[in-house]
């Protein structure tokens, strides 16, 4: 990781709490998708990768700053990462047709 010792120490404090939000946020789906016709567990399925992908997006970040400005406080980061993506738009997208 690259920034100064103390921001990669302090980094490093504050990746593993990124990385269980974005744990929760995968097992909320999870949880939803028991419930769910077969074509929205598709969907969730499909939101889930999206989700994994940013993970590995976010994680493989080599900058301290990145995490010490974006991540210190978590709220909805995930959540905003995910519906500005533009095929979690598309999911939504078809969702609104079905109905």
């Known amino acids: 990781m690259t920034g100064t010792p103390s921001q990669i120490e302090w980094a490093d404090q504050i990746k593993p709490r990124v990385n ?6 995968a097992k909320a789906f999870t949880a939803a998708s028991v419930n769910q016709s077969e074509a929205a567990r598709a969907d969730t399925r499909a939101v889930i990768a999206i989700l ?21 406080e978590l709220s909805d ?23």
Do not use: N, T
């Open 20 to 25: 269980a939000e974005f744990d929760r946020v």
């Open 52 to 72: 994994e992908e940013k993970r590995a997006e976010v994680m493989s970040r080599d900058h301290a700053g990145y995490f010490i400005r974006d991540w210190q």
């Open 77 to 99: 980061q995930v959540r905003r990462m995910i519906g500005q993506d533009p095929r979690y738009q598309a999911i939504k997208a078809r969702k609104a047709q079905r109905l």
